[in-house]
């Protein structure tokens, strides 16, 4: 799983969403930035002009703000492959 480390890197850098959103000018939405900060991280969907907007405010590459959470696939992969429990009773002995 990736996870976004924007909140990181604004803190790292001493700014703030509202900053980012200001030096990308009408390219990231305020309701955009706060949710990203506030996701701690975790996005499932992250649009790729966003990503490029975020790089280029921060003037950083996407590898920076991506990172890669490890186990956490492996385990969403294992829960999905176990079978089914049977939701019938079994009968008494």
């Given at each position: 799983?990736?996870?976004?480390?924007?909140?990181?890197?604004?803190?790292?850098?001493?700014?703030?969403?509202?900053?980012?959103?200001?030096?990308?000018?009408?390219?990231?939405?305020?309701?955009?930035?706060?949710?990203?900060?506030?996701?701690?991280?975790?996005?499932?969907?992250?649009?790729?002009?966003?990503?490029?907007?975020?790089?280029?405010?921060?003037?950083?590459?996407?590898?920076a703000?991506?990172?890669?959470?490890?186990?956490?696939?492996?385990?969403?992969?294992?829960?999905?492959?176990?079978?089914?429990?049977?939701?019938?009773?079994?009968?008494?002995?």
């Open positions: 799983m990736l996870r976004l480390r924007l909140a990181e890197i604004l803190e790292e850098r001493g700014m703030t969403p509202y900053a980012l959103v200001k030096a990308a000018g009408e390219r990231i939405d305020m309701s955009q930035a706060y949710r990203l900060v506030r996701c701690r991280g975790r996005v499932r969907y992250l649009d790729t002009k966003l990503l490029d907007a975020l790089c280029d405010v921060l003037g950083v590459e996407p590898g703000l991506l990172e890669r959470t490890r186990g956490t696939a492996q385990r969403s992969a294992a829960k999905r492959a176990r079978p089914a429990r049977s939701r019938t009773p079994e009968p008494p002995r």
